[in-house]
């Protein structure tokens, strides 16, 4: 299993980016996918996770309406869509997965998780 995160950088507050984690070794159609991502000092915290088996999604309030997540099963790709990027979202974005099912209330828990891909640097200022 190999997680391959990219598309970080800088934006000024207010604007976008979409990462994207390129999966290997395992196919998307299962288990649990998630982003996640840690600001200097402070824990890992979950952002955007998607349980395949029925394609819930699950959002973490400080992102909702703001970010979207999305899994292309054919190119085993997994796209998180930031909007309206706030200086607060600065950070290492990482995708991680699990073979397993989780329940709704684990899937943004870093514990949750057993592969990790590298981070990817989001950085927001002006």
């Known amino acids: 299993v190999q997680l391959q995160a990219s598309g970080g950088g800088w934006v000024q507050p207010g604007g976008s980016l979409r990462l994207s984690c390129a999966a290997s070794g395992f196919t998307l159609d299962y288990g649990t996918i998630a982003w996640f991502r840690q600001a200097p000092g402070k824990e890992r915290e979950g952002v955007s996770g998607t349980r395949r088996a029925d394609r819930k999604l699950v959002y973490a309030n400080s992102v909702k309406g703001r970010f979207t997540i999305s899994v292309d099963t054919a190119k085993n790709m997994v796209y998180l869509q930031m909007s309206a990027l706030k200086p607060e979202d600065t950070a290492v974005y990482y995708c991680?997965?699990?073979?397993?099912?989780?329940?709704?209330?684990?899937?943004?828990?870093?514990?949750?998780?057993?592969?990790w891909g590298q981070g990817t640097q989001v950085t927001v200022s002006s």
């Open positions: 991680a997965t699990t073979s397993r099912n989780m329940i709704f209330s684990a899937i943004l828990q870093p514990d949750s998780y057993e592969s």
